[in-house]
T-cell receptor, first 110, second 115 residues
Framework: GDSVTQMEGPVTLSEEAFLTINCTYT??????LFWYVQYPGEGLQLLLK?????DKGSNKGFEATYRKETTSFHLEKGSVQVSDSAVYFC?????????FGAGTTVTVRA | GAGVSQSPSNKVTEKGKDVELRCDPI?????LYWYRQSLGQGLEFLIY????????KSGLPSDRFSAERTGGSVSTLTIQRTQQEDSAVYLC?????????????FGPGTRLTVT
């Protein structure tokens, strides 16, 4: 079945540091790939997505590229802020179901 | 406009009792999903409704779990004879039509604690 493996946390960074969260997947067919974010006390929100190979999703300074050859969708941000502290989930979608990774908790210190 | 709403936000129940969790999707969205977020299992799919089609119940963990969607809008997830392992946050999401390019919008969740 479909599955997503993402880098385990927690990750603690200083403000303006570079962030990478690794994500790899196993799936049949051609899934769409997503990063969701859950800020403290809030619900799950879509951060970015890519629907086919070599697509790059981007939002709020975050980027991720759909790499079919390595079955990866790593999340990156060049300069994090305290407000980026959250739990980040990598997910794939085949048909309508989302399959999520375990989540990575990121804390950014001022 | 209004997002997905869920009620109650928190529910504490005794082992063996039945509980009902409610989801109000975004108006006009025909697709509705339930997921569960628990410490041991992460985020997992439970059930999917699309219009008048038969729901996909493949993610329901046991026959104690059931869900219905009345009038193509509000959905209720029912857990009978609750067990401690049912403790989790239950998330509802809706989307326009369930298509592959469709964004799922999540509600704030119901935190269920079984004592």
């Amino acid at each position: 079945g479909d599955s997503v493996t993402q880098m385990e946390g927690p990750v603690t960074l200083s403000e303006e540091a570079f962030l990478t969260i690794n994500c790899t997947y196993t799936a049949t067919g051609y899934p769409s790939l997503f990063w969701y974010v859950q800020y403290p006390g809030e619900g799950l929100q879509l951060l970015l997505k890519a629907t086919k190979a070599d697509d790059k999703g981007s939002n709020k300074g975050f980027e991720a590229t759909y790499r079919k050859e390595t079955t990866s969708f790593h999340l990156e941000k060049g300069s994090v802020q305290v407000s980026d502290s959250a739990v980040y989930f990598c997910a794939l979608r085949n048909d309508y179901k989302l399959s999520f990774g375990a989540g990575t908790t990121v804390t950014v210190r001022a | 406009g209004a997002g997905v709403s869920q009620s109650p936000s928190n529910k504490v129940t005794e082992k063996g009792k039945d509980v009902e969790l409610r989801c109000d999707p975004i108006s006009g969205h025909t697709a509705l999903y339930w997921y569960r977020q628990s410490l041991g299992q992460g985020l997992e799919f439970l059930i999917y409704f699309q219009g008048n089609s038969a729901p996909d119940k493949s993610g329901l963990p046991s026959d104690r779990f059931s869900a219905e969607r009345t009038g193509g809008s509000v959905s209720t997830l029912t857990i009978q004879r609750t067990q401690q392992e049912d403790s989790a946050v239950y998330l509802c999401a809706s989307s326009v039509d369930g298509g592959s390019g469709d964004e799922q919008y999540f509600g704030p969740g119901t935190r269920l604690t079984v004592t």
